[in-house]
């Protein structure tokens, strides 16, 4: 009965975060394996969290322009701009593993990642199922990352497929007690609200421009001389 009202209000009870590289992925930022996971999960009304796709909320730039632009103030050595955007998109990837019931990662062992093995470790200490897709063996997969997945109740999967038809079918909605489906029902509902309030909270940041502080190295020079000479006469 109330998984017929569920379906009928067309509310997703349970929420997955998909965590990946994304600087580091060159071919498509790691969007392209999201893309191709997102069909099914969202099939089977799995709410998806991904981050590619929320990056313009924060950054104003697809996922490949922000990485460019990030590098960009990097090389120039405005870092109090980089970071002041960058804490933005940390914030709102951290907000959504927080939001999430379980985490689906993808792993390249030809692929560093920082951010990734930060979003695991705090789903795992939230207590949050870690899903690991990992194409190689799994004595090559990095200790840590294996010892998060393990032992937050996740598994390793070998292709997108089997994970997706593993998660269908342990958070299918009918599959659940009438207590599991009530109590993640009202976590819906304050996702949909909660996602309201930061979306508008997003367009209000937006409003608010800075302008990076351009520092003449030249002068800063002259005057490191001048002090340095003025020293040597007294």
């Known amino acids: ?87 933005q998109v940390v914030k709102k990837d951290i907000r959504m593993v927080h939001r999430s019931d379980f985490l689906i990662v993808h792993l390249f062992p030809d692929i560093p990642t920082t951010g990734t093995i930060h979003e695991m470790a705090e789903a795992w200490r939230l207590k949050k199922p870690i899903y690991i897709i990992w194409t190689e063996a799994v004595s090559k997969l990095p200790k840590w990352a294996l010892y998060l997945c393990t032992s937050s109740g996740g598994n390793v999967f070998p292709n997108k497929k089997q994970v997706a038809d593993y998660v269908i079918l342990v958070y299918n909605t009918s599959r659940q007690s009438f207590r ?25 940041l937006k409003q608010v421009k800075y302008t990076p502080k351009i520092t003449d190295k030249k002068n800063e020079v002259s005057k490191v001389e001048e002090k340095t000479e003025e020293k040597k006469e007294k």
């Open 180 to 204: 599991v489906q009530f109590v993640q029902f009202v976590k819906a509902i304050f996702r949909m609200i909660e996602e309201k309030n930061y979306n508008y909270r997003l367009s209000k």
């Open 1 to 87: 009965m109330f998984d017929k009202l569920v379906k009928k209000l067309g509310i997703k009870l349970f929420y997955t975060y998909l965590a990946g590289a994304i600087e580091a992925d060159k071919k498509d930022g790691g969007q392209g394996w999201r893309d191709a996971i997102t069909p099914a999960l969202d099939k089977a009304r799995i709410y998806v969290g991904d981050p590619c796709k929320t990056e313009p909320l924060v950054t104003g730039m697809d996922v490949i322009t922000a990485q460019e632009q990030f590098n960009g103030w990097i090389a120039s050595g405005h870092y109090e701009k980089f970071a002041e955007k960058f804490q």
